[in-house]
């Protein structure tokens, strides 16, 4: 039997701005997917159980997981990862972060063609328990070497590659985020695994871009024209065409109501590049759904104003979007409206997701895919 048990709250990592220099460090690159907790017990009446961030199973989600750890890990053991989807284009394999939320889909049968249509991989970065030991007290060299040693190199089961160089750190921070990766994480060599405690770091891609505000949501726990909950941004293409690309949110309780008074001036229910005619051919902001019903709908502002945000990158293609939500810089007033386009955005070179799984900078990809 496993000596640990789901749930287990896993490790988690406090932001830092660039590559530490100390020597005692290990370096992983930081996959944008869904942290899960695998529990395999060849031995057990459920032989392998997925667990979320928040401690829910993600077993019904991922079969195609549940099979490939059965089939390849024989031990019993706890590890630590990432859940991604990987697609190939034409220029070679990438996280792909939309075909991931859509597993996330109640219907049995759903499932069960996107696990055919758009297998998952788990990455596993750490391993917290092997056979009958409990391995969260044994420092995080001895864990990487066990997890090393259990030779997981499959289609839908991968280890993460690790260094201690930072040189080589931050290499791959430059050239790893063109296969869609988040960034780098870094773990004390001596540290243990510690559930919940933030013991690692995070260095995270960011970058400031001018949108045009052109919508908002009220904070859901009020009531609506009291406080926002965040801003709907825009973007124009190259035809002059307004796409939304994300929202700007987490402001203080009170800059919330002081932003619904200074906002009321521009909410329209006259014409809108998002509504109604206007609206074909665009990206357009999400509806309220089963996935945030609690979320109020949003609400139409005249597109005359700019935000700075800062976002760390995009995806979806043309017209492409902020893949997380983006952080409030500043207001723009020098700044015109018809000025906010995609141009401004900085996009990495794309790269080959085999070689971030060999460590390999050397097969980086020229081309903006």
Known sequence: ?????PPVKPMLASPTDGIPRRGDLLFEPKWDGFRCLVFADPQADTPVRLQSRTGRSLDRYFPEVLT????????????????????????????????????????????????????????????LALDD???????????????????????RL???????????????????????????????????????????????????????????????????GTAVGSLQLGLHDEHGVLHHVGVVGAFPAARRRELATELAELITDGEHPWVGPNATGRRLPGSVN???????????????????????????????????????????????????????????ARYDLDAVLLGDVDRETRSNG
């Open 68 to 127: 490939a750890v059965a089939e390849h890990l024989r031990r019993p053991a706890v590890l630590d990862g990432e859940l991604v989807v990987i697609r190939r284009d034409e220029v070679g394999d990438r996280l792909d972060w939309d075909a991931l939320g859509e597993r996330i889909h109640p219907a049995a049968s759903r499932v069960r063609v996107l696990a055919e249509q758009t297998p998952a991989t788990f990455i596993a970065f750490d391993l």
């Open 133 to 155: 030991r409990d391995l969260t007290g044994a420092p995080q060299t001895e864990r990487r070497e066990l997890l090393a040693g259990l030779g997981l190199d499959h289609a």
């Open 158 to 224: 991968r280890t993460t590659p690790v260094t201690d160089d930072p040189d080589t750190a931050a290499e791959w921070f430059r050239v790893f985020e063109g296969a869609g990766l988040d960034g780098i994480i870094a773990k004390p060599t001596g540290g243990t695994y510690q559930p919940g405690k933030r013991t690692m770091l995070k260095i995270k891609h960011s970058r400031t871009a001018d949108c045009v505000v052109a919508g908002l949501r009220w904070h859901a726990k009020t009531e609506p």
């Open 290 to 348: 089963r996935w945030n019903s609690s979320e109020q709908p949003w609400v139409p502002l005249r597109p005359e104003r700019v935000v700075e945000v800062s976002y760390d990158h995009t995806e979806g293609g043309h017209p492409a979007r902020f893949r997380h939500t983006t952080q409030f810089v500043r207001w723009r007033p020098d700044r015109d409206p018809e000025s906010c386009r995609y141009d401004q955005l900085d996009e990495p």
């Open 1 to 5: 039997m496993l000596p640990l048990q």
